[in-house]
């Protein structure tokens, strides 16, 4: 519609506005401008849902049975795990819904409003749709707009589109299917007025609103399963499983054999305790709390836990461009003056870098067209850098003129004595209809500079100033060549001219410009890619990681960009990567679109609930999906992917509160670190469940022998549980502070499907229980027989040999795949901290009075130490043998076995 229709449909007048009672109607019907409160699950339930979990329900059952069987502390021990576990989960939970309150708190603004033909300050929670809304630079605009009138209106809409510049605002009628950050005729919700003024009239309010919408897409995003929970999700159903099952042998076997119903119930029981690795929460919790402090020592915050692991899985990244992958700050590239090429080193708005030609540094005053093409860009321009108080340069005004301003400080043009030697004296600002901006200053005579629109420019020349700084003949061909060539780079071009009139000149009127220009030269400008991206990028898909940009900005600047960075993709005839715009996205059906994500590196000009179906569609064909972002248009996608990682400095609210990680420094660099960190948290822990499974399953199976042969129980249900306990904090726990093993970033991304344990894993699992069984039984019944033990201390040399069984197997279990000489006896010294605590503790438990009665053990020989020490020697060479047959030498190049 053109606005005219627009206030029609919506029965207002550009002059007058509402009058109140309408405005009071209004509100009745589409109520106040403002997110509606969403109605969430309940306090209550959401923290008795962190309880629906099957290991959870497992870890109850052993806290209850440790307490029927009277050993309180652990009871409270494992309870207590559980209850921590559920108030991390309920905590984080709130992630949705801060991000909903912060999309609110950016509707809490004031508006001016013209309503009964006066001009008035309203809240802005109080507009309705037909409103008449005036806006000035400064302005957050109160609702969505249609524009009706404009005076060189921009909007900086980054945080909604991702679009780098402000956008230039117009009045047109445009085409329906026009895309969001194509909509120049509107303004939106939230967004900021950075220069000029309008009036518009309100046609959403609240919910409806663009940002309110994305609101609602954030509030229907799923929260995923991370990889983790999956594969421990799965693992406690099989171990389950297996538990309900050996206990219920146990007790059909034993009183098939005659054996009173009531003892094989509590054997049966028994065998569970034994069965459930109790270690098994704390040490997933410890593992990825460790992997949090280790993550924020390198710039990140995790505000999930699992959220390390899943990085360490990831198979995909999805990167918004604008400050992510680039500074989010406009540098000029290349300058083209007097027929020859210039190159500006550095980026953002630091003035540090050179003016270098071929390679080589030049002097700026040495060549005139160049010198004066950025004293143009300098002093036609109205923006300004200060400092923050953090020491950064900000910019006060348009960020395209704040890269001229950086652009002539490098070529030695201090602006302050500049702008004294050349005081404006008028101006006649850029407005979109005629695409420049013109300034005339003091001096004999005067002179007035221009930048603009390239063809605006060119066809008011009548000559070009060349190297030396005299005037030639214009050649318009070569110069449009050279701006095709830039824009081809992905530079926004910019085209700049001179005039000089008259020293008692009146004030300067477009007449006076209308020909007869002098042109200077074009500046190429760019949000540069940021310097160690581009080498994360490269170790990402070193790693097997692909890394895809989604951005609202242009599909040319957005391949440029792409091209530097060394995103790989499917790429176009000319060698160019293709670049998917948000309209061809549009027109794909869900059914091919997987196919098209993982083909694509880059998506140009993409609406968010576009960025939310790529990653849909991504997820649906297998892959791990990672979304960093920073803008409102990015926290949808960043609650739907398997992982939303936010941008700490430049991110909006509402992405952090989408997110599960936030980058304090804003740097994609760090989340290769967070790769890397989440693929050793996840080694660690398989490690820990390898090491942990044999004992549990070696436990079971001497009970199990027991029943069967008939014998005294070689071991009690309160040893099992000071084996578990024990043995699970102080050596297991260990396993969590490995260091990364060599090639960790090398290999490619764990195959999702794969479950937590694989073939050779369970294979060994057994063979060490198997082991646990033969040196446990053999010597209980050596004990016995030959040196005339009593049963107490029989049992207790049992408990001995599971114990440094455990011991050497933990040696064997800090490479999966690899020999301990390569991994080194001491590359990790809390392993032989656990090792002394857990001697000290276990010398305790044979030799403490207090200890004997508590679990009903005696004081053992010191020689059956040897006996002890030697069986789990054998046990270590077996399993050492064992990775060598299987992986070559012990020296194994995957952290776990496939």
């Not at 909604?160 to 919700?189: H, I, Q, W, Y």
């Not at 700049?496 to 400008?525: C, K, N, S, T, Y």
Request: net charge neutral; with cysteine; charged share 20%.
């Amino acid at each position: 519609m053109s606005g005219e229709d627009a206030l029609g449909s919506l029965g207002s007048r550009v002059a007058s506005g509402l009058e109140p009672s309408e405005v009071r109607r209004r509100q009745a019907e589409f109520g106040p401008n403002a997110m509606t409160a969403r109605a969430g699950v309940p306090a209550w339930k959401r923290f008795l849902l962190q309880f629906h979990q099957l290991l959870v329900y497992v870890l109850l059952v052993a806290s209850l049975k440790a307490a029927l069987l009277g050993e309180y502390v652990d009871a409270a021990v494992i309870a207590g795990v559980v209850v921590i576990n559920a108030v991390v989960g309920y905590i984080q939970e709130a992630g949705a819904e801060r991000a909903i309150q912060a999309l609110s708190r950016m509707l809490r603004t004031e508006a001016t409003v013209r309503r009964e033909g006066r001009r008035q300050r309203v809240p802005a929670a109080d507009l309705v749709p037909g409103d008449v809304v005036l806006l000035q630079s400064g302005d957050q605009v109160p609702a969505d707009l249609r524009l009706i009138t404009v005076r060189n209106l921009q909007c900086e809409e980054a945080a909604l589109t991702g679009e780098s510049v402000p956008a230039e605002k117009s009045v047109g009628a445009l085409a329906e299917s026009t895309g969001l950050a194509d909509r120049n005729n509107l303004a939106f919700a939230g967004t900021l007025v950075t220069y000029g003024q309008a009036e518009g009239v309100v046609v959403a309010t609240g919910d409806r609103t663009e940002t309110g919408r994305i609101a609602s897409l954030i509030a229907a995003s799923e929260d995923l399963m991370t990889p983790l929970t999956r594969k421990i999700h799965r693992f406690s159903q099989i171990l389950v499983y297996v538990i309900l099952a050996l206990a219920v042998l146990t007790f059909l076997l034993g009183w098939m054999r005659g054996n009173p119903a009531a003892d094989m119930f509590m054997a049966a029981i028994a065998l569970a305790v034994g069965a459930i690795p109790e270690g098994l929460p704390a040490a997933v919790t410890i593992t990825l709390a460790i992997g949090v402090n280790r993550m924020a020592a390198r710039r990140a915050i995790i505000r999930r836990l699992p959220a390390v692991e899943t990085l360490g899985s990831t198979t995909v990244i999805c990167s918004d461009k604008t400050g992510t992958l680039t500074e989010n700050q406009m540098t000029v590239r290349e300058v083209h003056a007097g027929r020859r090429w210039f190159q500006f080193t550095g980026s953002g708005y630091a003035s540090e870098g050179q003016v270098q030609e071929g390679g080589r540094e030049v002097q700026v005053a040495a060549i005139p067209s160049l010198a004066e093409t950025l004293r143009a860009g300098l002093l036609c321009n109205d923006t300004l850098l200060v400092l923050d108080p953090s020491g950064r340069p900000k910019v006060q005004g348009d960020p395209t003129e704040a890269a001229l301003l950086v652009a002539a400080q490098k070529g030695g043009l201090p602006h302050a004595s500049e702008v004294a030697a050349a005081p404006r004296l008028d101006v006649i600002p850029f407005e979109s209809q005629h695409m420049y901006m013109a300034t005339m200053h003091e001096g004999r005579p005067r002179i007035v500079y221009l930048k603009g629109a390239l063809d605006r420019l060119l066809e008011r020349c009548g000559s070009a100033l060349d190297s030396g700084g005299f005037e030639v003949p214009l050649d318009a061909p070569s110069i449009r060549t050279a701006a095709d060539r830039m824009a081809s780079e992905g530079l926004r071009v910019l085209a700049f001219a001179r005039r000089q009139l008259p020293e008692d000149h009146p004030g300067l009127r477009p007449e006076d410009i209308a020909g007869g220009l002098v042109f200077l030269g074009l500046q190429g400008m760019m949000d540069p890619p940021r310097a160690e991206a581009a080498a994360a990028v490269r170790h990402c898909q070193q790693a097997g990681i692909a890394v895809k940009m989604i951005t609202g900005d242009h599909a040319v600047t957005a391949s440029a960009i792409a091209a530097q960075l060394g995103l790989q993709g499917a790429a176009e005839p000319d060698g160019r990567l293709r670049a998917v715009s948000g309209e061809a996205l549009a027109r794909i059906p869900d059914e091919a679109l997987p196919r098209i994500a993982d083909e694509t590196a880059v998506f140009a000009r993409v609406a968010p609930e576009q960025k939310l179906r790529l990653v849909r569609a991504l997820q649906a064909g297998g892959h791990v999906v990672a979304m960093t972002g920073d803008g409102v248009n990015d926290a949808p996608a960043l609650k739907q992917a398997d992982i939303g990682v936010a941008m700490g400095i430049a991110g909006t609210d509402v992405a952090k509160g989408a997110a599960a990680m936030v980058l304090l420094d804003d740097n994609f660099a760090s989340i290769e670190a967070a790769v890397e960190e989440g693929r050793n948290v996840f080694d660690n822990l398989v490690k820990f469940i390898v090491w942990t499974l044999p004992t549990n399953g070696g436990e079971g199976l001497l009970l199990l022998a027991a029943i069967l042969l008939g014998t005294e129980l070689p071991i009690l249900p309160i040893h099992l549980l000071w084996i578990n306990m024990t043995t699970a904090v102080l050596l297991g726990l260990m396993l969590v502070f490995e260091p990364r093993e060599p090639g960790l970033m090398q290999r490619p991304p764990r195959d999702p499907r794969r479950p937590l344990l694989t073939l050779p894993l369970i294979l060994r699992t057994a063979l060490v229980s198997i082991l646990m069984l033969g040196a446990g039984y053999g010597l209980f019944a050596w004990e016995q027989r030959v040196q005339g033990a009593t049963i107490a201390e029989a049992r207790t040399i049992v408990v001995n040999l599971i114990v440094v069984v455990e011991a050497f197997y933990l040696f064997t279990c800090r490479s999966l795949t690899s020999s301990v000489l390569h991994t080194g006896w001491f590359t990790n010294r809390w392993i032989w901290i656990g090792i002394a605590a857990m001697t000290a503790v276990q010398l305790l438990f044979n030799y403490l009075p207090l200890m004997n009665r508590w679990f009903h053990t005696a004081p053992v020989r010191i020689e059956t130490w040897g006996h002890v020490a030697l069986a789990g020697f054998v046990v270590f060479l077996i399993v050492e043998f064992e990775k060598w047959i299987r992986f070559g030498g012990g020296r194994g190049d995957r952290a776990v076995p496939e």
